[in-house]
């Protein structure tokens, strides 16, 4: 690290990093309600009162815009759904149980405005080629490799039952996740029922070293994972 | 009807018409491809070598567009998906299986470019208010709708068993073939499980009158459909 970086990392970010951050957030947020097409250097210039040639030296195109973007939306995920799991060390199929909760709470809170930001975009360039349906697929494939490798992990703790496709299984509890998302803008159901029926996913997946009762509610379950802990 | 419009209807549809119809369709395309939110009658006029002026004459507005295409979006999904089973009078569980069987082969057969539209549509805006995320959640809630018709039916016909949710039923085949686009757009499975899965739920639902063992597989389904018609 060279003596300007030392110095500006003291002084916390510097302004063309704060700028460039701010109109990443002020895209990500018409993006997640409108879709990554709509982005354009033109409307965001307008909308943050800046100049079309000084946010042009930010990005240099529509598309390393729509890259800042998606990559933002990545790691507000990556910051809420994930990084909480990590840090408390949860392990196996307590794990997986925990990163499908966080999701749901992801959503719940609004953390992204308008519907499921990834979700969206997925269905609707994922069939794509090109760089954005490239990143786009890549960052929905991290979320289930996340949900795998917690499965995994439950796999090797005898948690759950040899036999069981892990990859398979990891698809499933995401589909779960996207339909309760479907369920819930038609309002036919809520998260509730979501929670519910991952833990009946768990259940099927299960080895029997865990009570297939404790998959019957939300409250059995922690209560299972408590005494299991103390 | 007029004398005018018999003249016309005689001669086909009007020119205006005719270019409405063309609009829509260069719309949809685009709309299908990049997201509703991309649509302008610039870009538009641009593509189909048309006046700006010209193209406001046919819409108006950019919501009056987008709502053409979403109309025109569901007639398609309509005039494919669904219409061909209402002709051969499908009845009860083999209309809902037929339903389901037709909207992934709609997927398969690339009816409409990019991911899935209203998949895409739904999930991007099915959370926010106004004219044009009302008319795509009611296009969606009309596909459950045609799904929970036949369940209702099936019920009646002692193919489904009392006791089980019709609305809910219906809303889970619809997660699974979303989740069955999702899985196929990540190239984790194809839509030969997706049927498979929609079988199983099918099985689930079914009342005595029908033998569990049909369910394992769509040439098993089929051969029991075919001779059950005999």
Chains 1, 2 share one sequence.
Request: charged share 25%; glycine share 8%; hydrophobic share 45%.
């Amino acid at each position: 690290m060279g003596k300007k970086s030392r110095k500006q990392a003291a002084q916390g970010p510097s302004k063309g990093t704060q700028t460039r951050h701010l109109i990443v957030d002020r895209a990500l947020n018409i993006a997640a309600q409108e879709g990554l097409g709509v982005l354009s250097i033109g409307r965001l210039a307008n909308e943050l009162k800046m100049s079309k040639s000084g946010l042009f030296l930010h990005f240099g195109s529509k598309s390393n815009l729509e890259s800042a973007v998606v990559e933002r939306a990545a790691l507000y995920f990556y910051d809420y759904v994930i990084a909480p799991i990590e840090e408390k060390g949860l392990q196996g199929i307590e794990r997986a149980w925990a990163l499908c909760d966080s999701w749901l709470d992801f959503l719940e809170q609004r953390i992204l405005p308008g519907g499921y930001f990834f979700t969206g975009a997925y269905f609707q360039c994922a069939g794509q080629s090109g760089a954005i349906p490239r990143q786009i697929r890549q960052a929905v494939r991290d979320w289930v490799d996340a949900l795998g490798q917690a499965l995994s992990q439950a796999r090797r703790r005898d948690e759950v039952r040899g036999g069981v496709d892990i990859v398979q299984a990891a698809v499933e509890l995401n589909c779960v996740l996207i339909g309760a998302q479907w369920s819930q803008l038609m309002a036919y159901t809520d998260h509730k029922s979501a929670r519910l029926t991952i833990l009946a996913h768990l259940r099927d997946i299960a080895s029997e070293e865990i009570p297939a009762h404790v998959f019957e509610s939300v409250e059995a379950w922690q209560a299972y994972l408590k005494n299991r802990a103390d």
